[in-house]
Protein backbone atom coordinates (compact mmCIF):
# COMPACT_ATOMS: atom_id res chain seq x y z
CA UNK A 1 0.00 0.00 0.00
CA UNK A 2 1.48 3.51 -0.95
CA UNK A 3 0.27 6.88 -1.45
CA UNK A 4 0.64 9.62 -3.92
CA UNK A 5 -1.46 12.88 -4.21
CA UNK A 6 -4.24 14.12 -6.27
CA UNK A 7 -2.08 16.04 -8.69
CA UNK A 8 0.65 14.05 -8.91
CA UNK A 9 0.61 10.21 -9.10
CA UNK A 10 4.13 9.35 -9.67
CA UNK A 11 4.55 10.56 -5.77
CA UNK A 12 4.72 7.00 -3.40
CA UNK A 13 5.02 7.63 0.16
CA UNK A 14 4.21 5.53 3.12
CA UNK A 15 0.37 6.03 5.05
CA UNK A 16 2.96 6.96 8.40
CA UNK A 17 4.95 9.90 5.74
CA UNK A 18 1.16 10.95 4.64
CA UNK A 19 -0.35 11.44 7.84
CA UNK A 20 2.76 13.54 9.26
CA UNK A 21 2.62 15.70 6.57
CA UNK A 22 -0.74 16.41 6.43
CA UNK A 23 -0.93 18.49 2.58
CA UNK A 24 1.22 17.36 -0.02
CA UNK A 25 3.94 19.79 -0.94
CA UNK A 26 2.28 20.36 -4.61
CA UNK A 27 -0.62 21.44 -2.78
CA UNK A 28 -2.29 18.33 -3.70
CA UNK A 29 -4.21 15.93 -1.09
CA UNK A 30 -2.62 12.31 -0.10
CA UNK A 31 -4.90 9.50 -1.70
CA UNK A 32 -3.83 5.71 -1.77
CA UNK A 33 -3.45 4.38 -4.61
CA UNK A 34 -5.64 1.56 -4.92
CA UNK A 35 -8.42 0.93 -2.72
CA UNK A 36 -8.26 -2.78 -0.87
CA UNK A 37 -11.44 -4.87 -0.84
CA UNK A 38 -12.90 -5.95 2.10
CA UNK A 39 -13.31 -9.67 2.67
CA UNK A 40 -16.83 -11.38 1.34
CA UNK A 41 -19.75 -11.13 3.33
CA UNK A 42 -17.37 -8.52 6.17
CA UNK A 43 -21.26 -8.07 7.54
CA UNK A 44 -20.76 -12.25 8.83
CA UNK A 45 -17.11 -11.71 9.97
CA UNK A 46 -17.40 -8.27 11.30
CA UNK A 47 -20.64 -9.04 13.11
CA UNK A 48 -19.67 -10.15 16.07
CA UNK A 49 -16.70 -7.63 16.85
CA UNK A 50 -17.15 -4.47 19.20
CA UNK A 51 -16.57 -1.13 17.20
CA UNK A 52 -12.91 -0.30 18.18
CA UNK A 53 -12.28 -3.77 16.45
CA UNK A 54 -14.18 -3.13 12.93
CA UNK A 55 -12.02 0.00 13.19
CA UNK A 56 -8.88 -1.75 13.43
CA UNK A 57 -9.50 -4.53 11.06
CA UNK A 58 -10.83 -2.00 8.10
CA UNK A 59 -7.78 0.33 8.43
CA UNK A 60 -5.20 -2.21 8.47
CA UNK A 61 -4.81 -3.06 5.00
CA UNK A 62 -4.35 1.34 4.81
CA UNK A 63 -1.30 0.71 7.77
CA UNK A 64 0.69 -1.94 6.82
CA UNK A 65 3.33 -0.12 8.68
CA UNK A 66 1.60 -0.36 11.76
CA UNK A 67 1.88 -4.19 14.05
CA UNK A 68 -1.60 -5.29 14.54
CA UNK A 69 -1.21 -5.02 18.54
CA UNK A 70 -0.47 -1.24 17.85
CA UNK A 71 -3.44 -0.98 15.60
CA UNK A 72 -5.31 -2.43 18.01
CA UNK A 73 -4.22 -0.53 21.02
CA UNK A 74 -4.67 2.75 19.13
CA UNK A 75 -8.33 1.77 18.08
CA UNK A 76 -9.30 1.17 22.03
CA UNK A 77 -7.92 3.89 22.82
CA UNK A 78 -9.90 6.08 20.21
CA UNK A 79 -13.23 4.75 20.96
CA UNK A 80 -13.07 4.46 24.58
CA UNK A 81 -14.66 7.31 25.09
CA UNK A 82 -18.39 7.29 23.34
CA UNK A 83 -21.05 7.30 25.39
CA UNK A 84 -22.83 4.44 23.30
CA UNK A 85 -21.72 0.86 23.85
CA UNK A 86 -21.84 0.47 19.83
CA UNK A 87 -19.92 3.88 19.66
CA UNK A 88 -21.63 4.71 16.11
CA UNK A 89 -25.31 3.04 16.73
CA UNK A 90 -27.93 2.51 13.74
CA UNK A 91 -30.82 3.87 15.00
CA UNK A 92 -34.35 2.84 12.96
CA UNK A 93 -36.37 5.76 12.20
CA UNK A 94 -39.40 4.62 10.54
CA UNK A 95 -38.57 2.84 7.33
CA UNK A 96 -35.15 4.29 7.27
CA UNK A 97 -31.70 3.92 9.07
CA UNK A 98 -29.85 6.45 10.79
CA UNK A 99 -26.21 6.26 11.63
CA UNK A 100 -25.35 8.17 14.99
CA UNK A 101 -22.13 9.66 14.92
CA UNK A 102 -22.44 12.23 17.96
CA UNK A 103 -21.99 9.90 20.86
CA UNK A 104 -18.36 11.11 21.20
CA UNK A 105 -16.87 13.66 24.06
CA UNK A 106 -18.21 16.79 21.96
CA UNK A 107 -21.37 15.58 20.21
CA UNK A 108 -20.62 15.97 16.83
CA UNK A 109 -19.56 13.58 14.17
CA UNK A 110 -15.47 15.35 13.86
CA UNK A 111 -14.75 12.79 17.24
CA UNK A 112 -14.97 9.88 15.19
CA UNK A 113 -11.92 10.96 13.11
CA UNK A 114 -10.45 13.61 16.02
CA UNK A 115 -10.23 10.94 18.78
CA UNK A 116 -8.36 8.50 16.56
CA UNK A 117 -6.14 10.99 14.39
CA UNK A 118 -3.65 12.14 17.48
CA UNK A 119 -2.80 8.50 17.96
CA UNK A 120 -2.03 7.95 14.50
CA UNK A 121 -0.25 11.37 14.37
CA UNK A 122 1.90 10.49 17.38
CA UNK A 123 2.56 7.05 16.07
CA UNK A 124 3.54 8.24 12.18
CA UNK A 125 5.54 11.03 13.46
CA UNK A 126 7.77 8.44 15.62
CA UNK A 127 8.27 6.25 12.47
CA UNK A 128 9.04 9.06 10.09
CA UNK A 129 11.71 9.62 12.89
CA UNK A 130 10.39 12.83 14.26
CA UNK A 131 12.07 13.61 17.61
CA UNK A 132 10.48 17.10 18.10
CA UNK A 133 7.38 17.79 19.73
CA UNK A 134 4.44 18.59 17.64
CA UNK A 135 2.26 21.83 18.51
CA UNK A 136 -1.07 21.53 16.57
CA UNK A 137 -2.56 24.81 16.29
CA UNK A 138 -6.02 25.67 14.69
CA UNK A 139 -8.10 28.23 13.76
CA UNK A 140 -11.92 26.97 14.76
CA UNK A 141 -15.48 28.36 13.47
CA UNK A 142 -16.82 25.96 16.17
CA UNK A 143 -16.91 22.40 16.29
CA UNK A 144 -13.41 21.03 15.09
CA UNK A 145 -11.43 23.56 17.80
CA UNK A 146 -13.38 21.46 20.17
CA UNK A 147 -13.09 18.20 18.61
CA UNK A 148 -9.84 18.78 18.26
CA UNK A 149 -8.81 19.64 21.85
CA UNK A 150 -10.56 16.98 23.05
CA UNK A 151 -8.65 14.58 20.83
CA UNK A 152 -5.20 15.61 21.95
CA UNK A 153 -5.87 16.71 25.12
CA UNK A 154 -3.02 15.03 27.32
CA UNK A 155 -1.43 13.28 24.56
CA UNK A 156 2.01 12.47 24.82
CA UNK A 157 4.51 14.68 22.76
CA UNK A 158 1.71 16.90 21.96
CA UNK A 159 0.45 20.35 22.81
CA UNK A 160 -2.44 22.03 21.00
CA UNK A 161 -3.57 25.48 20.87
CA UNK A 162 -7.09 26.71 19.35
CA UNK A 163 -8.01 30.24 18.15
CA UNK A 164 -11.06 31.09 17.64
CA UNK A 165 -13.00 34.16 16.59
CA UNK A 166 -14.23 36.33 19.50
CA UNK A 167 -17.33 37.33 17.14
CA UNK A 168 -18.53 34.51 15.37
CA UNK A 169 -18.95 30.78 17.85
CA UNK A 170 -21.43 30.13 19.25
CA UNK A 171 -22.27 30.40 23.36
CA UNK A 172 -22.31 26.63 23.50
CA UNK A 173 -19.38 26.23 21.21
CA UNK A 174 -17.09 28.83 23.12
CA UNK A 175 -18.05 27.43 26.92
CA UNK A 176 -17.07 23.98 25.36
CA UNK A 177 -13.40 25.41 24.64
CA UNK A 178 -12.73 27.93 27.32
CA UNK A 179 -13.56 25.29 29.97
CA UNK A 180 -11.21 22.26 28.15
CA UNK A 181 -9.01 19.81 30.32
CA UNK A 182 -5.49 19.07 29.64
CA UNK A 183 -2.38 19.68 30.49
CA UNK A 184 -1.04 20.55 26.87
CA UNK A 185 -3.85 22.68 25.65
CA UNK A 186 -4.21 26.37 25.01
CA UNK A 187 -7.17 28.17 23.89
CA UNK A 188 -7.62 31.95 23.27
CA UNK A 189 -10.58 34.18 21.26
CA UNK A 190 -8.95 36.37 18.34
CA UNK A 191 -10.21 39.67 17.95
CA UNK A 192 -12.66 39.83 14.80
CA UNK A 193 -14.38 36.94 12.94
CA UNK A 194 -13.65 33.95 11.17
CA UNK A 195 -11.15 34.96 8.78
CA UNK A 196 -9.42 37.29 10.91
CA UNK A 197 -8.30 34.01 13.23
CA UNK A 198 -7.83 31.53 10.15
CA UNK A 199 -5.22 34.07 8.34
CA UNK A 200 -3.62 34.46 11.75
CA UNK A 201 -2.74 31.21 12.01
CA UNK A 202 -1.36 30.52 8.39
CA UNK A 203 0.85 33.56 8.88
CA UNK A 204 2.20 31.49 11.80
CA UNK A 205 2.78 28.75 9.44
CA UNK A 206 4.50 30.97 6.77
CA UNK A 207 6.89 32.41 9.24
CA UNK A 208 10.77 31.61 8.77
CA UNK A 209 11.64 32.96 12.04
CA UNK A 210 9.26 31.55 14.44
CA UNK A 211 9.90 27.95 12.77
CA UNK A 212 13.65 28.21 13.53
CA UNK A 213 12.95 29.21 17.20
CA UNK A 214 10.36 26.58 17.59
CA UNK A 215 12.91 24.20 15.63
CA UNK A 216 15.62 25.18 18.61
CA UNK A 217 13.35 24.49 21.29
CA UNK A 218 12.81 21.14 19.94
CA UNK A 219 8.76 21.80 18.25
CA UNK A 220 7.56 22.21 15.03
CA UNK A 221 3.97 23.39 14.09
CA UNK A 222 1.31 21.10 12.37
CA UNK A 223 -2.66 21.19 11.85
CA UNK A 224 -5.23 18.81 12.37
CA UNK A 225 -6.98 19.78 9.50
CA UNK A 226 -9.55 18.03 7.57
CA UNK A 227 -7.87 17.06 4.31
CA UNK A 228 -5.08 14.95 6.25
CA UNK A 229 -5.30 11.28 5.72
CA UNK A 230 -5.25 10.40 9.12
CA UNK A 231 -8.88 12.40 9.41
CA UNK A 232 -10.37 10.29 6.05
CA UNK A 233 -9.37 6.66 7.30
CA UNK A 234 -11.20 6.59 10.38
CA UNK A 235 -14.35 7.64 8.86
CA UNK A 236 -14.50 4.77 6.18
CA UNK A 237 -15.31 2.77 9.50
CA UNK A 238 -18.72 3.36 10.28
CA UNK A 239 -20.34 3.08 6.70
CA UNK A 240 -18.82 -0.44 6.80
CA UNK A 241 -19.91 -0.63 10.53
CA UNK A 242 -23.10 0.49 9.56
CA UNK A 243 -24.35 -1.85 6.77
CA UNK A 244 -23.37 -4.53 9.33
CA UNK A 245 -25.65 -3.50 11.88
CA UNK A 246 -28.42 -2.97 9.02
CA UNK A 247 -27.30 -7.02 8.11
CA UNK A 248 -27.70 -7.65 11.99
CA UNK A 249 -30.75 -6.44 12.62
CA UNK A 250 -32.45 -7.67 9.70
CA UNK A 251 -32.73 -3.90 7.84
CA UNK A 252 -31.29 -5.42 4.75
CA UNK A 253 -30.45 -8.74 3.01
CA UNK A 254 -27.01 -9.76 3.08
CA UNK A 255 -25.37 -7.96 0.22
CA UNK A 256 -28.74 -5.69 -0.65
CA UNK A 257 -27.38 -2.65 -2.00
CA UNK A 258 -28.55 0.61 0.39
CA UNK A 259 -28.67 4.48 -0.19
CA UNK A 260 -26.65 6.63 1.80
CA UNK A 261 -27.61 10.37 2.47
CA UNK A 262 -24.85 12.87 3.99
CA UNK A 263 -25.13 16.52 4.98
CA UNK A 264 -22.05 17.46 3.60
CA UNK A 265 -19.47 20.71 4.11
CA UNK A 266 -15.74 19.93 3.17
CA UNK A 267 -16.82 16.17 1.33
CA UNK A 268 -14.57 14.36 3.91
CA UNK A 269 -17.97 12.51 5.39
CA UNK A 270 -19.38 11.58 1.97
CA UNK A 271 -16.00 10.88 0.72
CA UNK A 272 -15.52 8.34 2.88
CA UNK A 273 -18.58 7.00 2.02
CA UNK A 274 -17.92 6.68 -1.71
CA UNK A 275 -14.48 4.84 -0.80
CA UNK A 276 -16.54 2.94 1.36
CA UNK A 277 -18.54 1.59 -2.17
CA UNK A 278 -15.36 0.84 -4.15
CA UNK A 279 -13.95 -1.09 -1.32
CA UNK A 280 -17.24 -3.30 -1.34
CA UNK A 281 -19.83 -1.84 1.23
CA UNK A 282 -23.31 -2.67 -1.17
CA UNK A 283 -24.31 1.17 -1.41
CA UNK A 284 -26.23 1.96 -4.58
CA UNK A 285 -26.35 5.96 -4.80
CA UNK A 286 -24.52 8.85 -2.58
CA UNK A 287 -26.60 11.61 -1.57
CA UNK A 288 -25.09 14.60 -1.45
CA UNK A 289 -27.16 17.03 1.16
CA UNK A 290 -26.34 21.19 1.22
CA UNK A 291 -27.50 24.19 2.88
CA UNK A 292 -28.79 27.28 1.22
CA UNK A 293 -25.18 27.14 0.55
CA UNK A 294 -25.46 24.94 -2.42
CA UNK A 295 -22.13 24.76 -4.16
CA UNK A 296 -22.15 20.93 -4.30
CA UNK A 297 -25.31 20.70 -5.73
CA UNK A 298 -25.12 23.23 -8.44
CA UNK A 299 -22.04 21.19 -9.32
CA UNK A 300 -23.10 17.80 -9.47
CA UNK A 301 -26.05 19.02 -10.84
CA UNK A 302 -24.53 20.78 -14.07
CA UNK A 303 -20.93 20.28 -13.84
CA UNK A 304 -19.62 23.66 -12.62
CA UNK A 305 -18.19 24.50 -9.55
CA UNK A 306 -18.39 27.93 -8.83
CA UNK A 307 -17.11 29.73 -5.48
CA UNK A 308 -17.82 33.08 -6.64
CA UNK A 309 -20.61 33.77 -4.35
CA UNK A 310 -21.90 35.01 -1.10
CA UNK A 311 -21.84 32.76 2.51
CA UNK A 312 -24.64 32.16 3.89
CA UNK A 313 -24.68 31.64 7.67
CA UNK A 314 -27.57 29.28 8.49
CA UNK A 315 -29.04 27.21 11.06
CA UNK A 316 -26.36 24.32 9.72
CA UNK A 317 -23.16 26.42 10.23
CA UNK A 318 -21.34 23.05 9.96
CA UNK A 319 -21.89 22.76 6.02
CA UNK A 320 -21.63 27.06 5.93
CA UNK A 321 -19.09 26.63 3.12
CA UNK A 322 -17.78 27.79 -0.21
CA UNK A 323 -14.80 25.46 -0.91
CA UNK A 324 -15.30 21.79 -0.41
CA UNK A 325 -11.57 20.38 0.21
CA UNK A 326 -11.93 16.88 -0.15
CA UNK A 327 -13.57 16.95 -3.32
CA UNK A 328 -10.58 16.90 -5.07
CA UNK A 329 -10.18 13.48 -3.99
CA UNK A 330 -13.29 12.46 -5.71
CA UNK A 331 -12.20 14.03 -8.42
CA UNK A 332 -9.15 12.04 -8.50
CA UNK A 333 -11.14 8.60 -8.29
CA UNK A 334 -13.61 9.80 -10.57
CA UNK A 335 -11.45 10.47 -13.08
CA UNK A 336 -9.80 7.41 -12.85
CA UNK A 337 -6.62 8.55 -11.23
CA UNK A 338 -6.42 11.42 -13.75
CA UNK A 339 -4.12 14.37 -11.68
CA UNK A 340 -3.27 15.98 -15.07
CA UNK A 341 -6.71 16.90 -15.07
CA UNK A 342 -7.15 17.38 -11.27
CA UNK A 343 -4.30 19.67 -11.30
CA UNK A 344 -5.58 21.61 -14.38
CA UNK A 345 -8.87 22.17 -12.36
CA UNK A 346 -7.58 23.21 -9.03
CA UNK A 347 -5.50 25.29 -10.82
CA UNK A 348 -8.49 27.31 -12.20
CA UNK A 349 -10.71 27.07 -8.79
CA UNK A 350 -7.41 29.06 -7.45
CA UNK A 351 -7.03 31.17 -10.30
CA UNK A 352 -10.88 32.05 -11.21
CA UNK A 353 -12.91 30.64 -8.34
CA UNK A 354 -14.48 28.23 -10.58
CA UNK A 355 -14.31 25.37 -13.02
CA UNK A 356 -16.27 22.82 -15.23
CA UNK A 357 -15.58 19.23 -15.57
CA UNK A 358 -16.05 17.20 -19.07
CA UNK A 359 -18.82 15.54 -19.83
CA UNK A 360 -16.97 12.20 -19.37
CA UNK A 361 -15.94 12.97 -15.55
CA UNK A 362 -19.86 14.91 -15.04
CA UNK A 363 -21.31 11.78 -16.23
CA UNK A 364 -19.29 9.59 -13.71
CA UNK A 365 -20.01 12.58 -11.03
CA UNK A 366 -23.73 11.55 -11.16
CA UNK A 367 -23.39 8.20 -11.76
CA UNK A 368 -22.49 8.07 -8.11
CA UNK A 369 -23.50 10.84 -6.44
CA UNK A 370 -27.40 12.98 -6.26
CA UNK A 371 -27.01 16.33 -4.85
CA UNK A 372 -29.92 18.29 -3.62
CA UNK A 373 -30.64 21.74 -1.17
CA UNK A 374 -32.57 22.95 1.50
CA UNK A 375 -33.14 26.26 3.18
CA UNK A 376 -33.63 26.54 6.76
CA UNK A 377 -37.49 27.11 7.00
CA UNK A 378 -37.47 23.60 4.91
CA UNK A 379 -35.06 22.03 7.77
CA UNK A 380 -37.46 23.17 10.61
CA UNK A 381 -40.13 22.33 9.28
CA UNK A 382 -38.47 18.82 9.36
CA UNK A 383 -37.37 18.55 12.30
CA UNK A 384 -40.67 19.37 13.64
CA UNK A 385 -42.44 16.92 11.57
CA UNK A 386 -40.12 14.13 12.25
CA UNK A 387 -40.70 14.88 16.17
CA UNK A 388 -44.41 14.61 15.27
CA UNK A 389 -44.36 11.39 13.70
CA UNK A 390 -41.78 9.52 14.16
CA UNK A 391 -40.90 10.98 17.85
CA UNK A 392 -37.34 11.33 16.96
CA UNK A 393 -35.21 14.06 17.08
CA UNK A 394 -33.06 15.53 14.68
CA UNK A 395 -30.25 18.40 14.53
CA UNK A 396 -30.29 21.00 11.93
CA UNK A 397 -27.18 19.05 10.33
CA UNK A 398 -29.13 15.93 9.99
CA UNK A 399 -32.42 17.85 9.05
CA UNK A 400 -31.25 18.31 5.94
CA UNK A 401 -29.95 15.54 5.03
CA UNK A 402 -33.52 14.13 6.10
CA UNK A 403 -35.23 16.25 3.82
CA UNK A 404 -32.56 15.46 1.15
CA UNK A 405 -33.69 11.96 1.42
CA UNK A 406 -37.40 12.50 1.29
CA UNK A 407 -37.40 14.68 -1.67
CA UNK A 408 -34.84 11.69 -3.53
CA UNK A 409 -37.54 9.24 -2.81
CA UNK A 410 -40.23 11.30 -4.00
CA UNK A 411 -38.48 12.46 -6.77
CA UNK A 412 -37.08 9.31 -8.20
CA UNK A 413 -39.83 6.37 -6.63
CA UNK A 414 -36.46 4.73 -5.63
CA UNK A 415 -37.18 2.47 -2.54
CA UNK A 416 -33.66 1.45 -1.57
CA UNK A 417 -33.13 1.17 1.36
CA UNK A 418 -32.03 4.59 3.04
CA UNK A 419 -28.56 5.04 5.53
CA UNK A 420 -29.25 8.83 6.58
CA UNK A 421 -25.84 10.18 8.86
CA UNK A 422 -26.75 12.06 11.45
CA UNK A 423 -23.62 14.49 12.54
CA UNK A 424 -24.49 16.03 15.62
CA UNK A 425 -26.75 16.09 18.52
CA UNK A 426 -29.71 17.99 18.70
CA UNK A 427 -28.52 19.26 22.06
CA UNK A 428 -25.72 20.79 20.24
CA UNK A 429 -28.01 22.80 18.63
CA UNK A 430 -30.81 23.36 21.39
CA UNK A 431 -31.87 26.60 20.17
CA UNK A 432 -32.38 26.34 16.77
CA UNK A 433 -34.44 22.55 17.35
CA UNK A 434 -36.21 24.53 19.92
CA UNK A 435 -37.39 26.93 17.78
CA UNK A 436 -38.60 24.35 15.04
CA UNK A 437 -40.57 22.39 17.34
CA UNK A 438 -42.02 26.49 18.13
CA UNK A 439 -41.11 26.84 21.41
CA UNK A 440 -39.50 29.88 23.64
CA UNK A 441 -36.02 29.81 23.48
CA UNK A 442 -33.57 31.68 26.44
CA UNK A 443 -31.41 30.58 28.95
CA UNK A 444 -31.67 26.57 29.32
CA UNK A 445 -32.48 25.83 25.58
CA UNK A 446 -30.98 22.32 26.74
CA UNK A 447 -33.07 21.39 29.76
CA UNK A 448 -36.03 22.70 27.75
CA UNK A 449 -35.91 20.77 25.25
CA UNK A 450 -34.77 17.52 27.51
CA UNK A 451 -38.46 18.30 29.24
CA UNK A 452 -40.14 18.75 25.61
CA UNK A 453 -38.99 15.49 24.51
CA UNK A 454 -37.88 13.18 26.89
CA UNK A 455 -34.39 12.71 25.20
CA UNK A 456 -31.51 12.91 27.99
CA UNK A 457 -28.99 15.76 27.51
CA UNK A 458 -25.62 13.98 26.59
CA UNK A 459 -22.78 13.75 29.50
CA UNK A 460 -20.38 16.37 28.00
CA UNK A 461 -22.92 19.31 27.49
CA UNK A 462 -25.03 18.70 30.21
CA UNK A 463 -21.28 18.89 32.46
CA UNK A 464 -20.80 21.89 30.97
CA UNK A 465 -22.38 24.60 33.60
CA UNK A 466 -20.40 23.17 36.31
CA UNK A 467 -16.75 23.33 34.44
CA UNK A 468 -14.38 26.22 35.70
CA UNK A 469 -13.63 28.76 32.86
CA UNK A 470 -9.94 28.00 31.87
CA UNK A 471 -9.01 30.39 28.87
CA UNK A 472 -10.29 33.83 29.15
CA UNK A 473 -8.00 35.48 26.78
CA UNK A 474 -8.31 37.00 23.95
CA UNK A 475 -5.41 38.00 21.19
CA UNK A 476 -5.12 40.44 19.00
CA UNK A 477 -4.58 39.46 15.54
CA UNK A 478 -1.89 40.71 14.58
CA UNK A 479 -0.58 38.94 17.77
CA UNK A 480 -1.20 35.21 17.55
CA UNK A 481 2.52 34.56 17.99
CA UNK A 482 2.83 36.42 21.38
CA UNK A 483 0.00 33.46 22.85
CA UNK A 484 1.82 30.94 20.90
CA UNK A 485 4.92 32.11 22.92
CA UNK A 486 3.32 32.39 26.54
CA UNK A 487 1.98 29.43 25.58
CA UNK A 488 5.08 27.52 25.06
CA UNK A 489 6.85 29.95 27.60
CA UNK A 490 9.45 31.03 24.90
C1 LIG B 1 -18.15 18.97 9.87
C2 LIG B 1 -19.63 18.72 9.93
C3 LIG B 1 -20.38 18.43 8.77
C4 LIG B 1 -19.77 18.42 7.39
O1 LIG B 1 -18.93 17.31 7.18
P1 LIG B 1 -17.88 17.32 5.97
O2 LIG B 1 -17.05 16.11 6.19
O3 LIG B 1 -17.08 18.60 6.14
O4 LIG B 1 -18.65 17.30 4.71
C5 LIG B 1 -21.73 18.15 8.91
N1 LIG B 1 -22.34 18.22 10.12
C6 LIG B 1 -21.65 18.50 11.25
C7 LIG B 1 -22.39 18.57 12.54
C8 LIG B 1 -20.26 18.74 11.21
O5 LIG B 1 -19.61 19.04 12.34
Keep these: MHYSSTRDNSLHLTAPQVIAQGLATDGGLYTPASLPQLPDAFWTTMGDLPYAQRAASVMRPFLPEFSDEELDALCAKAYAHFDHPDTAPVARVGDDAVLELWHGPTCAFKDMALQALPHLLTASLKKCGEQREVCILVATSGDTGKAALEGFKD???????VFYPRDGVS???????VTQEGQNVCVSAVEGNFDDAQNGVKALFSDPTLRAQLNERNLFLSSANSINWGRVLPQLVYYVS???????AGQVQPGQPINVCVPTGNFGNILAAYYAKQMGVPIARLLCASNQNDVLTRFIT?????RNRALHCTLSPSMDILISSNLERALHALSGGNDDVVRDLMRQLSQTGSYTVDAQLKQALQQQFYAACCDD?????????????????????TAVAYTVAQQYCAETGDNTPLLIVSTASPFKFADAVLSALQQPTGDNDEQQLAHLTGW??????????????RFTGCTAKTELVNALSAFLSM
Design 155 to 161: VDGTKIL
Design 171 to 177: AVQQRQM
Design 242 to 248: AYTDMVR
Design 302 to 306: TGTYD
Design 377 to 397: ATTKQTIAQVWRDKRYLLDPH
Design 456 to 469: RIPQPIAALAGKPI
